[in-house]
């Protein structure tokens, strides 16, 4: 069934989507990744596209993607200010990536998120992505020190997809 709200919010976002290769928002970027470290690990090799209101030069979200095959594209990063989230403003993120990606001739999307991060699984399912794997220990691995999120430890990285459907 269709969500009429969520279409109507959608419908009338009327973003500015730029890619940078300067002066990353970091303030931003941190809001979906740990540190700085761990964002420069991935920063460099993709394209950084910010999200802007009209009349503003403020970035209110950013995404990251990184290439991983010919076929398919990561999102390493997305994130919306805390002031705008709930607003729509991240499913209009993922309209313009699938647009970018799907121009560009990717045939998916893939995403990963911690196993406990039940708001941004449901964020990925409800804008057409699947779970398909789990990458067990993921953040005790890569990270020296434990990170926690709503009180619980990062263990594991859930991994989502989307196919891209050719148009025309």
Known sequence: MLNLKTFIIK????LTIKQ?????PYDLLLLADETIEGINKY????EVYVAELPDTEQPIGVFCL???????????NIAIAENRQGKGIGSSLIDNIIKIVGEAGYK???VGTADCGIKQIRFYEKNGFVQYNIKKNYFTDIYDTPIYENGVQLKDMVML???IMKTG
């Open 20 to 24: 940078i290769t300067t002066d990353y």
């Open 43 to 46: 920063l460099f090799d993709s």
């Open 161 to 163: 997809k989307r196919k």
């Open 108 to 110: 998916q999307i893939i």
């Open 11 to 14: 419908k009338y976002i009327n």
């Open 66 to 76: 990184y290439q991983i095959d010919a076929d398919t594209i990561e999102i390493m």
